[in-house]
């Protein structure tokens, strides 16, 4: 069964840096999400994207986020200037349409020092 | 804008015993999906049972089966026949029909004992 994959699975960042968590959806999807969850808490959604455009955002997705789908099959998301609290388990999901359910991946957890 | 509430953050059942696990939400929308996402131990997300609101139907998927009352606003997983590996969180979660987000409640965590 295809399936959504992440890389890298861990990703262990200084302050301050730039950080980019990489998804390949199922290759017949045409909507893109990045979710997170900080440890112990809910999954929060953070973007949508459709037709090579962000659909949705939350206030989470603030200016030092943005996410893109430079290729064919990666959709990538990349926070400029990371800090402490951005430190979770972050998501990639992709479903067929808009209404059918959104499959996701086994998370990227990310670590900031 | 949409909530969804799980009022139960822990659960236990023994294995092969049935446990059901309760979701409620607050939508002004008529057209939405319901569903139900599992994450084990191993932090993955997996899709338990989807759930349309137009269907008056309960949605069943082998042991796991909804009851869902939309007038109510809820939509409770039931988990028949217990089995260790069904250990994990449990997430009941939103989506419009307008917008394509879901919208999680907090969890249940439970677990299966022997």
């Known amino acids: 069964e295809p399936e959504v994959t992440q890389t890298p699975s861990h990703q262990v960042t200084q302050m301050g840096q730039e950080v980019i968590l990489r998804c390949v959806p199922i290759?017949?999807?045409?909507?893109f999400y990045w979710y997170r969850q900080i440890l112990g808490q809910k999954v929060e959604f953070l973007v949508s994207f459709y037709n090579n455009e962000i659909s949705e955002k939350s206030e989470i997705f603030d200016d030092q986020f943005s996410v893109e789908r430079p290729d064919g099959s990666n959709f990538t998301l990349k926070i400029r200037s990371t800090k402490l609290e951005d430190s979770a388990m972050y998501f990639c999901a992709s479903s067929g349409d808009r209404d059918e359910p959104q499959h996701f991946g086994d998370g990227t957890r990310l670590s900031i020092l | 804008a949409q909530t969804v509430t799980q009022s139960q953050p822990e659960m236990s059942v023994q294995e092969a015993e049935t446990v059901t696990l309760s979701c409620t939400y607050d939508t002004s929308e008529n057209n939405y999906y319901l569903f139900w996402y599992k994450q084990p131990p191993s932090r993955q997300m997996i899709l338990v049972i989807r759930q349309e609101a137009y269907k008056q139907q309960n949605a069943t998927e082998n042991r796991f089966s909804v009851n869902f009352q939309k007038a109510a606003k809820s939509f409770s997983l039931k988990i028949s026949d217990s089995q260790l590996g069904d250990t994990a969180m449990y997430f009941c979660a939103f989506g419009s029909g307008t917008a394509s987000k879901l919208t999680f409640g907090t969890g249940t965590r439970l677990q299966v004992t022997l």
């Open positions: 290759s017949n999807h045409l909507y």
